[in-house]
């Protein structure tokens, strides 16, 4: 087994609220809870390190998918709680998680739990799933950009500048790392 990282952020209104204090329960898909916590200041959690599956014993994607799936539940006073089924978690990658609450609106019978399934990735399926005609799976032609947008530091780094460069110039120089085996 590898290990992946999970770190949940929690908002409201559009984003430019964030929920101090709410509840997280990360769960395996059997139900069985592997951590709880709540939000900090910012609405977000601490990075908590999961076992996940190792990219380097992977023999196919289509028999043996290169993640792990969790799901996860996320509770805060004043809000509807939100169960999320289906994260995927890659080795050595940190999952982020942006949960968005919607308030508790006063009503006789007011919505108590909102879920949302995410469907498992379409490589996952075996190839007798997938069929030409369907036009879910239909294959498109493959676009090269001119230009693509580059931010130059890390996902929270919200501060670092974003370029404009050239696609064939920013390909040459992207370095191939190779993923460590378990």
Not at 79 to 98: A, D, N, W, Y
Not at 116 to 132: G, R
């Amino acid at each position: 087994m590898g290990t992946g990282y999970i770190r949940v952020h929690v908002t409201a209104d559009d984003e430019a609220l964030p929920i101090i204090g709410a509840e997280v329960i990360i769960r395996q898909r059997n139900g069985v809870s592997l951590f709880k916590t709540f939000t900090n200041e910012s609405g977000k959690t601490e990075d908590f390190a999961l076992p996940v599956a190792c990219f380097g014993r992977t023999k196919s994607v289509y028999e043996n998918p290169i993640y792990t799936v969790c799901d996860a539940d996320v509770r805060a006073d004043g809000f509807v709680t939100k169960h999320i089924r289906g994260i995927e978690m890659l080795e050595s990658e940190t999952t982020i998680l942006s949960v968005h609450m919607d308030p508790l609106i006063d009503e006789p019978n007011p919505t108590k739990d909102d879920v949302l399934e995410i469907p498992p990735n379409a490589l996952t399926f075996p190839s007798y799933f997938i069929k030409a005609s369907s036009p879910a799976r239909a294959q498109k032609a493959v676009l090269i950009p001119d230009y693509i947008t580059v931010h130059l530091g890390r996902p929270e780094n919200t501060s670092a500048m974003n370029v404009r460069v050239q696609f064939a110039e920013y390909i040459k120089n992207v370095r191939y790392t190779k993923h460590q085996t378990c």
